[in-house]
């Protein structure tokens, strides 16, 4: 049987344009000089915007020293194996990406890919956090009224997620996507609890804290401190806080002293002099 032979050309541009990863061509002058649609996608900006401004600028403050030391060893025949950095979005939220880069240096351009391992970042970043909580003391156990069930955090002093990262379906990371909306949409604002969640995630409170255990391995309660702790740090960043007690009440935390303390065994960074 003959195969039909398909233009070489065509057929690689065809991967480039579909291709979810993030495929690129950067200058050794620093900037873009061609991109496929799911790098715009993944950080938000226009392809015009992409190509305008040096990619470094696109890159998290605290990474682009590290990122321009790796630029570096590129330009001196060195490829670049799963490098990890952080991108910010025009929106202003953080992207993980692990970048295989190769130099072409008769072209003076690297071919570049990216994947987007943002959310595995996420669940090593939950997993520390709920490592932590567990050994941290607490002003009071918190419960959960589950249809006559309780649930409490103290139930549970150390759990394993059912699934590794590389098992994490497509469908679950846009469920915890949803979710982390759901509860940033709601702290601070009204007295956020699980079956609040659950109603707004369309399922029961039973369902609401397998799939969280199962996806992530901690319990709805735990799942809710990260993300407003997470939540501290961006406010911080914004630079609107003056006290401990604004932060703490603005991500929903009742205690601004608990809050601290838990904030500094997290972070190993002490709120009072971030402000």
């Known amino acids: 049987m003959n195969k039909q032979e398909i233009p070489p050309i065509f057929d690689l541009e065809y991967f480039f344009e579909l291709s979810p990863d993030l495929l690129c061509i950067a200058g050794y002058d620093g900037y873009f000089k061609k991109i496929n649609p799911a790098v715009s996608k993944t950080l938000g900006y226009t392809n015009q915007e992409l190509f305008s401004k040096p990619i470094d600028s696109f890159v998290h403050h ?3 020293e590290i990122t321009a030391k790796k630029r570096e060893n590129i330009k001196k025949d060195s490829p670049l194996l799963n490098f990890e950095n952080r991108y910010v979005t025009k929106t202003g939220d953080i992207v993980w990406l692990s970048w295989t880069s190769i130099p072409v240096k008769t072209q ?29 003391a607490e002003p009071k156990n918190i419960t959960v009224q589950n249809t006559g069930i309780l649930i409490s ?24 996507a949803d979710l982390e909306t759901q509860v940033r949409k709601y702290t601070g604002k009204i007295d956020l609890t699980i079956s609040l969640l659950s109603s707004e995630m369309a399922m029961s409170e039973r369902q609401l804290y397998r799939r ?27 630079g609107k806080y003056r006290t401990v007690a604004e932060v703490s009440y ?26």
Not at 120 to 134: A, D, G, T
Not at 153 to 169: F, G, R
Not at 212 to 232: D, E, F, S
């Open 62 to 64: 605290e990474d682009r």
């Open 250 to 275: 603005a991500v929903g935390f009742e205690t601004p002293t608990y809050f601290s303390k838990l904030f500094k065994e997290i972070y190993c960074l002490d709120v009072g002099e971030l402000l």
């Open 108 to 136: 003076q351009v690297v071919f570049a890919i990216a994947k987007n391992i943002t959310y595995k970042k996420k669940l090593e970043e939950y997993r520390r956090i709920s490592y932590i909580l567990n050994s941290t």
């Open 153 to 176: 955090d103290n139930d549970m002093a150390v759990v394993t997620a059912d699934k590794t990262d590389n098992e994490i379906s497509p469908a679950d990371l846009a469920w915890l």
């Open 212 to 238: 969280i255990k199962n996806i992530v391995g901690i319990t709805p309660n735990k799942y809710i401190r990260i993300i407003r702790l997470q939540m501290a740090r961006e406010a911080i960043g914004t």
